[in-house]
């Protein structure tokens, strides 16, 4: 979250080294790890973000274009977007594999002509996996931020990712739990965390209209409302505590066991649902909570996962309290971790209190999620980038 671009000379650093980006979402307002990374990469290669392409039934629907919008939303970044002419086909196969090539072709002949020598072709989802036999590149990363199975079972790693894991020259994985799963297939594996961007989260900012009229205790979450969240803990402690008042500020998901104890919890008085927001508008929620919220389930699918609003909650300096993830163990000293219903309501009760808000806790806190500040993440990436491409200039990333 936190969707403001970074800062950036009229021209990338290193800007003759291109970066296709593949990426599941088409580029907008809602922020993701992608968002962050590759915006900021744009500070030392030219980066084109690729929207993914159109079903071939809508794009029948569209006006014929001859060429792809590539506008420029940030010095050195560019979003290519999807041409009606060239969408997503499943059958043939040929003409599957012909458009998906021609789209990639495009894109690197946009680096090519803004001066790029090198490309690096960089794919966040296994799905691209093809990707390596349609495109020439210099350098190719596959970028894990989760176990694409979604599953709450542990599944064996798919066709299509393994053969990423194999082929690809780099990966970078943002959890132990994944690297320890990936690892196996490939030398070259990257560790590089979920971050934050710590000035937005972290300077004061005035509270937010949506929150005037609830009454402290806040006991809030920021993020997408799913089916990975512990809602029989959630029901439990808004029922068991109506002296405090429970926030959601985010979208929620379209499940069916969402769907249900979201009507059962939009009954209480103690519980305020906010709504979905644009990325860039979450920021000032986390500082105006009395206790930032992550409760997870805890099975083989959340094992894995990088909650991104940890390091976004730490950068307010609030007490924060979540399930016992394999991940969130590991801030164990600036967060408290419950399983139980009655944890979770001592937990509370003793983040409510002074000693849990003095100024040095709150600087325990800010000082982590500055270290996982986004900037030095993406200087990270680039180093290693640079590195694999034999770059003499790569002294010049600091």
Known sequence: MGS?????????????????????????TEW??????????????RVVWVNPSQDWHDALNQPIHLHAETPEVAPGFHVYGSEPWLPKFYRPRYLADLTFRKRLEHARNLLSSLGCKKIILYIWHPQFADSLDAVQFDLSCYHIVDEYTFSDVD??????????????DQVVVHTKALFEKKRVSHRFVALVPNGVAYSAFSTPAPEPEALAGIP?????YVGYLKKTLDWDILLQLTERHPEYSFVFVGAQKQ????????????????????GPLPSSDMAPYP??????????????YTKYIYPLKLHEYLASGRPVIASPTPLLKEFEEVISLCRSVDQWSAAISKALQPAANTAEAREARQEV???????LLARRIARIFCERLNLSYKPLLG
């Open 255 to 274: 499940e069916g066991e969402v769907l249900r104890a979201l009507q059962q919890l939009s009954h209480r008085t103690n519980v305020h649902l906010v």
């Open 32 to 45: 993701m790890s992608r968002h962050q990374i590759l915006t900021r990469l744009a500070r030392y290669f």
């Open 4 to 28: 403001v671009l970074p800062g950036n000379s009229l021209r990338p650093l290193l800007a003759d080294v291109g970066v296709i980006a593949l990426v599941a979402d088409n580029w907008g």
């Open 369 to 375: 999620a500055r270290k996982h500040d986004w900037d």
């Open 216 to 220: 402290h205790p806040r006991i809030g």
């Open 287 to 300: 500082q105006h909570f009395d206790i930032c919220i992550m409760p997870y389930k805890l099975n083989d």
């Open 155 to 168: 599944l064996p790693i798919t066709d299509e990712e393994q053969k990423l894991l194999e082929q690809a």
